[in-house]
Nanobody, 115 residues
């Protein structure tokens, strides 16, 4: 059974930075394209970044230039470096494979941007 554990969230002031991690067990992440998603209260889950098996990346316009997705296949982990955070980045962040049949979403990690 695949388990995804997202961590690294917290409370940060506008303009601050956080680095999220997503560690997987029960699968080898290196064979999948992976994405970071977020869901704010009252809104639908949206993808903010994805990374292919080969390491190519793509970002939602709202985070382009501020967020960086990366992966360490030796650690079976995907990361999201978030800089210049804004209050509108406040959400629960999740990772998952890029697929019409994603794995279970897990609890995610809460990111709150507030002064």
């Amino acid at each position: 059974q695949v388990q995804l554990v997202a961590s690294g969230g917290g409370l940060v002031q506008p303009g601050g930075s956080l680095r999220l991690s997503c560690a997987a067990s029960g699968t080898n992440l290196s064979i999948y394209a992976m994405g970071w998603y977020r869901q704010a209260p009252g809104k639908q889950r949206e993808m903010v970044a994805h990374i292919t098996r080969g390491g190519s990346t793509n970002y939602a316009d709202s985070v382009k230039g501020r967020f960086t997705i990366s992966r360490d296949n030796t650690q079976n982990t995907v990361y999201l470096q978030m800089n210049s955070l804004k209050p509108e980045d406040t959400a629960v962040y999740y990772c998952n494979k890029i697929s019409n049949l994603p794995w279970g979403w897990g609890q995610g990690t809460q990111v709150t941007v507030s002064s």
